[in-house]
């Protein structure tokens, strides 16, 4: 997918970031190359140690990359004076997994507490936060101090918070690990509002392709300091190619009961938004005439659309596994076959 040049929000070029420890020199981040659209929600995703983290904290220099060049918006942060940096910054929200809010101060003071520390004047900067808060849906809560708040509650105040400075892009470094799965959706929920309401270029890391499947539009999965995949989430989901990327999508589709016939037969169901869970697996059967085992059932709604995944068990004739195949080839069902044992 080719992205035009006026609409880059975001672009890292041969960026590198290396700590220097104990034990020597370690490289979190190696020759990163990626480019993010203005408007759009992407997902940066990883397991524990991959890089994620270090890679959004680049992105508005609170770490500073040991090479390359960080460019916002047109501007190359790496080139700036501190001033020159701490003004592009302020077009960078930032919400984090436990929400750091200030435990003395109210919902409120909290949101007004940047407005504050930049000169906006009391009465301009209460209005501005009362605004936010609507927008975050806790404007019943504006008096509430953080120990009275739900941790959904306080992830709200803290998305307001970082909306306070206009900002071009929102970062969401692990914003939803905190909170459970109710209160995450409706967080994603309120940044995708957000991000049609306002405009806002969103980028989340996580270390959870569900939360990929539910908000992202585009997805890099990082890898041993490098990016080993990116591209469109119904692509990434439907067919990864990284071994990494297939950990991530396959992780919960593994049969858990123990096969002892090593010849077995599994294949693997995709289902891409245009077709539907049921009448694909019914009108196998009966156009078939065989039954199969579904081991792994899953789908989910991605901007708008049904995709998801299942894992079925052929039947042991050869014949008729051949036949079901070349059913679903027919169809021009995605899938392929796969092993589980």
Same mark, same amino acid.
């Given at each position: 997918m080719e992205i035009k040049q006026e609409n880059v929000m975001i672009e890292l070029r041969e960026m590198s970031k290396s700590f220097s420890t104990k034990n020597g020199i370690v490289h979190a981040l190696d020759r990163i190359n990626l480019k993010i659209q203005k408007g759009e929600i992407f997902g940066i995703i990883g397991m524990s140690g991959?890089?994620?983290?270090?890679?959004?904290?680049?992105?508005?220099? #609170?770490?500073?990359?040991?090479? !390359?060049? &960080? +460019?916002?918006?047109?501007?190359?942060?790496?080139?700036?004076?501190?001033?020159?940096?701490?003004?592009?910054?302020?077009?960078?929200?930032?919400?984090?997994?436990?929400?750091? #809010?200030?435990?003395?101060?109210?919902?409120?003071?909290? &949101?007004?507490?940047?407005?504050?520390?930049?000169?906006?004047?009391?009465?301009?900067?209460?209005?501005?936060?009362?605004?936010?808060?609507?927008? &975050?849906?806790?404007?019943?809560?504006?008096?509430?101090? *953080?120990?009275? $708040?739900?941790? !959904?509650?306080?992830?709200?105040?803290? +998305?307001?918070?970082?909306?306070?400075?206009?900002?071009?892009?929102?970062?969401? =470094?692990?914003?939803?690990?905190? $909170? =459970?799965?109710?209160t995450t959706r409706s967080i994603l929920e309120l940044l995708k509002d957000i991000n049609k309401r306002l405009g806002i270029t969103v980028v989340v890391i996580t270390h959870e392709m569900s939360v990929i499947e539910e908000i992202c539009q585009r997805v890099a999965i990082i890898d041993s300091s490098k990016i080993a995949e990116l591209g469109t989430v119904e692509k990434i989901f439907t067919a990864p190619k990284s071994a990494v990327g297939k950990q991530l999508v396959y992780s919960e589709s593994r049969p858990q009961a123990n096969f002892d016939d090593s010849n077995t037969r599994y294949c693997r169901i995709v289902f891409d938004g245009e077709t539907s869970f049921e009448p694909i697996l019914a009108n196998m059967i009966l156009e078939c005439q065989a039954v199969v085992n +579904?081991?792994?059932?899953?789908?989910?709604?991605?901007?708008?659309?049904?995709? !998801?995944?299942?894992? &079925?068990?052929? *039947?042991?004739?050869?014949?008729?596994?051949?036949?079901?195949?070349?059913?679903?080839?027919?169809?021009?069902?995605?899938?392929?076959?796969?092993?589980?044992?």
């Open positions: 991959a890089g994620k983290s270090t890679l959004v904290r680049c992105i508005n220099l #609170l770490e500073r990359p040991t090479e !390359g060049q &960080v +460019i916002f918006d047109g501007r190359d942060l790496t080139a700036l004076s501190a001033a020159e940096l701490r003004k592009a910054r302020q077009s960078m929200g930032m919400i984090f997994q436990q929400f750091n #809010l200030l435990m003395q101060r109210t919902a409120l003071e909290n &949101v007004c507490f940047p407005l504050e520390i930049s000169g906006v004047k009391k009465e301009q900067a209460r209005k501005r936060a009362e605004e936010l808060l609507e927008i &975050v849906g806790l404007a019943d809560r504006k008096h509430s101090y *953080p120990s009275q $708040l739900s941790g !959904g509650q306080k992830q709200r105040v803290a +998305i307001a918070r970082a909306l306070t400075t206009n900002p071009k892009v929102l970062l969401c =470094d692990e914003a939803t690990s905190a $909170l =459970d799965p109710n +579904i081991m792994y059932a899953n789908t989910r709604n991605i901007d708008g659309q049904a995709y !998801g995944q299942m894992v &079925v068990q052929l *039947p042991p004739d050869e014949r008729m596994a051949k036949k079901m195949l070349a059913y679903l080839e027919s169809k021009h069902i995605n899938f392929e076959e796969v092993d589980y044992v």
